[in-house]
């Protein structure tokens, strides 16, 4: 059988459509059925939602992107430890489809859809009532900026997280039965990565946060919905396998429907997965580049209007981030000022 | 959101210009890429109206990445489509399809056996890895290589190697 059987094979005539009732047909089906397009995307307002979500975001990435990237070992090994963090910009079509994926789940949840997800000592966030109490119940010493914003006034509050370990046991039937309920074919899992486990560590982890913007002190005394200024150290996050490779991994990851070309490109872009962390990026909502901070190269993140601004890093073994209403070179001043 | 008036003798234009305009110029195509896995034109459209209140949906009509995402939608949905039949309807509908997808032919039996070969590409192309699948249908919709990469993202320079693999494939697959 040669291309033009093949070509016959699959059929030689072009269809001959006729758009204008194709269009038709498609607008009284809008109509009929009352679809919404997407709502496009407006310069957004830097919200607490925002602001919150960035930090949360920032935080779910050490478990998402242990588990999107794994390593190499024959036995029971460390695979993963960043040494460094790039942006991957989701798209509205990745969100749709994360959205579709995980919608009304948790992450542990969510993360059922392509195994079991166990946290072997979950994360356990406390307050404490100095710098000191967060250093000494951490393990490490926690650094604070040395330089602020006047808009950053009054004391922060500490928090401390401790030592997060989970499992995560691969599932071909999972896979399955989660594209089945969207009416989708997951790409068959390697019978390697069926069953096989990965090993996941995130922190200890210390969060300073300052509160109110000046001028507006919470009456009651209430902890503020809306920080000015979140600052994040952590031990960085690593990952054990017991057998699965990077570029299984990774090959399987791009395999999945509904991952879109810029995700996927940003994904097979990664140097060396192994010691890289991607930080996800809403591709329409912020812009991101890196930065050199601390002099080591960080990832600067902002949203559109140029209000809000995130920088992460890692250094010495430690992710750092500092979070907040700020332009880029306050942002970069505040995290140059860490000590 | 408030919906124009109902006039079922009148379709109201509904939808942006910047998706009408999208629609016109990737209609057939999605169609073409839908027509080369499902060999029935009808079928093909309905994948096609699926195709674009998918994208409608969820994506803005200037989108960059428009294209790409139709292209593979068309694929991946008549794939999916494809491997939704029943076999029974499948040979039903093997039978009453006109015979596009090979020349035409008068003799009934030549018609049925004709048929029959169709449904058996359609078999393999169900069996086949899925970015195979879609790439054979993509390229035989008449997709550059360039085309084929963006949608299926690959590297433009891996997709005559990938469609060699697949060509094999499906020859292996179909005997």
Redesign the interface.
């Known amino acids: 059988m040669n291309d033009t059987d093949i070509e016959r094979a699959l059929g030689t005539t072009e269809p001959h459509v006729n758009a204008d009732d194709a269009l038709a047909r498609f607008q009284a089906r809008v109509q009929t059925e009352g679809i919404a397009p997407v709502v496009p995307v407006a310069r957004p307002r830097v919200t607490s939602r925002w602001l919150r979500g960035l930090a949360a975001a920032a935080g779910v990435v050490i478990v998402a992107s242990a588990l999107t990237l794994s390593g190499v070992a024959e036995s029971v090994l460390k695979i993963f430890e960043p040494k460094s963090v790039v942006a991957v910009p989701l798209t509205q079509s990745d969100l749709n489809y994360l959205g579709q994926a995980c919608a009304g789940l948790n992450l542990q949840e969510c993360m059922g859809a392509y195994g079991t997800f166990e946290w072997t000592a979950p994360p356990q966030p406390k307050e404490v009532n100095s710098r000191s109490q967060a250093s000494a119940q951490a393990g490490f010493t926690a650094l604070a900026p040395t330089t602020l914003p006047s808009s950053v006034t009054g004391d922060p509050r500490y928090g401390v997280i401790n030592r997060s370990t989970a499992t995560f046991t691969f599932s071909a039937d999972s896979t399955q039965q989660a594209a089945a309920r969207q009416n989708r074919t997951a790409p068959p899992l390697p019978a390697n990565i069926d069953g096989s486990k990965l090993f996941i560590t995130g922190g200890p982890a210390v969060v300073q946060i300052w509160g109110a913007p000046a001028g507006t002190p919470s009456a009651s005394g209430a902890y503020p919905d809306v920080p000015t200024l979140v600052v994040g150290q952590a031990k960085a996050p690593t990952v054990s396998s017991d057998g699965v490779t990077v570029d299984q991994l990774r090959a399987y990851l791009l395999s999945q429907p509904g991952i879109s070309p810029q995700l996927a490109a940003a994904i097979r872009a990664i140097g060396d997965p192994s010691s890289t962390l991607p930080v996800p990026v809403p591709a329409e909502l912020a812009i991101s580049h890196p930065v050199t901070v601390q002099g080591v190269q960080g990832l600067y993140v902002g949203d559109n209007t140029g209000i809000a601004s995130a920088v992460i890093w890692q250094k010495d073994g430690m992710m750092f981030e500092v979070i907040g209403s700020f332009t880029e070179s306050q942002a970069l001043a505040i995290a140059n000022s860490m000590r | 959101?408030t919906?124009?008036a109902?006039d079922p003798g009148r379709?109201?234009?509904?939808?942006?210009p910047a998706?009408?305009g999208l629609?016109?110029a990737e209609?057939?195509r999605v169609?073409?890429i839908a027509?080369?896995v499902l060999?029935d034109?009808a079928e093909?459209?309905d994948v096609?109206?699926d195709v674009?209140?998918s994208f409608?949906?969820?994506?803005?009509a200037d989108?960059p990445?428009a294209r790409?995402?139709l292209h593979a939608a068309a694929a991946?949905a008549a794939?999916?489509a494809v491997?939704g039949r029943d076999r029974r309807s499948r040979r039903e509908a093997a039978l009453a399809m006109p015979p596009?997808?090979?020349?035409a032919v008068d003799d009934p039996a030549e018609t049925v056996a004709a048929s029959e070969?169709?449904e058996e590409?359609r078999a393999v192309l169900a069996r086949m890895?899925?970015?195979s699948a879609a790439m054979?249908?993509l390229r035989?919709a008449g997709l550059s290589y360039a085309e084929i990469a963006?949608?299926l993202?690959v590297r433009a320079s891996s997709v005559g190697t990938l469609l060699r693999r697949a060509?094999d494939a499906?020859?292996r697959e179909?005997r």
């Open positions: 959101m919906l124009p109902r379709v109201v234009a509904v939808v942006s998706f009408e629609f016109r209609y057939a169609v073409g027509h080369r060999a034109q093909a459209e096609a109206q674009f209140i409608y949906r969820g994506h803005p989108a990445y790409a995402w991946h794939l999916n491997r596009d997808a090979t020349a070969t169709r590409v890895p899925e970015r054979l249908a035989y963006a949608a993202d060509e499906f020859r179909l």
